[in-house]
Each structure stands twice: as structure tokens, then as C-alpha cells.
């Protein structure tokens, strides 16, 4: 009766540690439940995503003096939630646009592949990481303002900068 109960509660507890690791790691979050609003301050603050795809999300990040790279241009984007999510998470090797998910490239949940799997020096950047609501948050800013948006205008930024918008806007009035 002992072995039974033994084997039973094992049985359990390999179940929920199964269940928790699973739950751990979703590949496919609720997109529905992103805040754009959030995902403006991770955009702007928690990812510092503006410092290479702009403000506009246009790739010209010349328009921010600190900036250190010229990313892609969101607003051509054809990828969809899952996409962004994919790419969010675990960045693009080979290129500058870094991963933010503390575990990627360590379990195969990013293309498969683990660190090993790089040559010294070539292993994909590590960004800020978020957290999974955090990229959700900034998967729905990407697609509210974005996405399919075609050039920056001046109502835009505005929107972006708010008060102090008069200086960085400056280059988009009249557009």
C-alpha cells in the first residue's frame, strides 16, 4: 500500500513539474491581452528599442543622438504577433537586434539552438530582458502605431513625445 501511495504521489509530482515547465516557457502568449500604452514605455524605456528603430519605429535612429545602430524598419513590417513575439524573444543571430528573454539560446526554444550551437564571438546580442507581458505590451504599441503606418508624420510624434514634442518633432512638421 506504501509503494502505491509512493508511486502515486511521484506520478503527481512529476505532473506538476512537467505542467510548470511547460507553463514556464509558452510559445504562444495571449495577444490579446497587450496594453500599446505599456508597450509604449517598453519601447521607449524597458527595451530601448528607440534607440535603433527611432521613435517612428522607421529605422532612423539618427534622429537620437545616443543611438549606436540603425535598426529595421517596423513600420514595413510583414510579420505578424507570433512573429514580432519570435523575434523579440530571441533576437536575429547574426545581426543587431538582440534577444530579450533571459533563457533564450540556453533550452533550444530559440530556432532550436543553444549557445553551443554559435562560434566564439558570433552568439547572438543579449538586450534588456523583459518579461513575457512585457513583449505582448510591446508587440500590441508595435502594431497600434506602427506597423503598416507608412512615413512618420508630425501628429505621430507628437503623440510619441507629448509635451516636449516641439524640437524632436521639428523634422516631421508639415508632413
Known sequence: ?????????????????????????????DFTKGDPEKGKVVFQRIGNCVNCHGWAGDGKAGRNPLSHAIGANIRESKLDAQGLYDVIRCGIPGSQMPYHDQVSYKDGRCFGLTMKDFALGAEPVRGKTMREAQMVD??????????????????????????????????????
Open 138 to 175: 510591446l508587440i500590441a504599441y508595435i502594431e497600434k502605431y506602427m506597423i503598416g503606418h507608412g512615413a512618420p508624420n508630425y501628429e505621430e510624434c507628437v503623440l510619441y513625445f507629448g509635451a516636449s514634442a516641439e524640437k524632436p518633432c521639428a523634422d516631421v512638421k508639415g508632413k
Open 1 to 29: 500500500m506504501i509503494k502505491v501511495l509512493r508511486f502515486a504521489m511521484t506520478c503527481t509530482l512529476a505532473a506538476f513539474v512537467a505542467t510548470m515547465a511547460v507553463s514556464a516557457f509558452n510559445p504562444t502568449p
